[in-house]
T-cell receptor, first 117, second 113 residues
């Protein structure tokens, strides 16, 4: 039962253009969402997060959008740079009252982003 | 601030052996979570320790266990290794509060022959 899904295994974008990575979830208890970037042979690096009480969060070139009714979130990278080429994971957690999910992130399968010069 | 460190970085074991992996969290962080990453299953949550207590556990067999020390360092142990245990084992630290980001170490690559 995959509660967090990234349906695009890969995405190819030209340098300077926008990269849009998508993520869907099924568990309505999720109330905090995160994006991580991962290079081979390294651990994931935290990029940006968003709480379910918001629908948008920005940090520099990175913006995350959350559509709770559609159970969908997306990460926008503008402008894309070759150094952004990596695997991107979305992750979700459930910290609502009564939840027992402290310390647990549920990850999607990842999307390989390639930014061409 | 130093990041999350994991030792060793690489391990080769044979089936039936046991292994212990170590994780030192970011200074001041009291929560350590462990994850297994494999090509087929992706990143899967193993367990989380907070203030020396296991606070949450994923769906892994009892061969996988862990502990946390008073300085927040954590160890993970896998007994009776199987070929399918070959994976990248990642630990992540956080303050342990609600809605807090987790910061990952570089991982330990375990190969079981």
């Amino acid at each position: 039962d995959q509660q967090v899904k990234q349906n695009s295994p890969s995405l190819s974008v030209q340098e300077g253009r926008i990269s849009i990575l998508n993520c869907d979830y099924t568990n309505s208890m999720f109330d905090y969402f995160l994006w991580y970037k991962k290079y081979p042979a390294e651990g994931p690096t935290f990029l940006i997060s968003i709480s379910s009480i918001k629908d948008k969060n920005e940090d520099g070139r990175f913006t995350v959008f959350l559509n709770k009714s559609a159970k969908h979130l997306s990460l926008h990278i503008v402008p894309s740079q070759p150094g952004d080429s990596a695997v991107y994971f979305c992750a979700a957690s459930a910290y609502k009252a009564g939840g027992t999910s402290y310390g647990k992130l549920t990850f999607g399968q990842g999307t390989i982003l390639t930014v061409h010069p | 601030k130093a990041g999350v460190t994991q030792t060793p970085r690489y391990l080769i074991k044979t089936r039936g052996q046991q292994v212990t992996l170590s994780c030192s969290p970011i200074s001041g962080h009291r929560s350590v979570s462990w994850y297994q990453q494999t090509p087929g299953q992706g990143l899967q949550f193993l367990f989380e320790y907070f203030s020396e207590t296991q606070r949450n556990k994923g769906n892994f067999p009892g061969r996988f266990s862990g502990r946390q020390f008073s300085n927040s360092r954590s160890e993970m142990n896998v007994s009776t290794l199987e070929l399918g245990d070959s994976a990248l084992y990642l630990c992540a630290s956080s303050s342990g509060a609600r809605k807090n980001e987790q910061f990952f170490g570089p991982g330990t690559r375990l190969t079981v022959l």
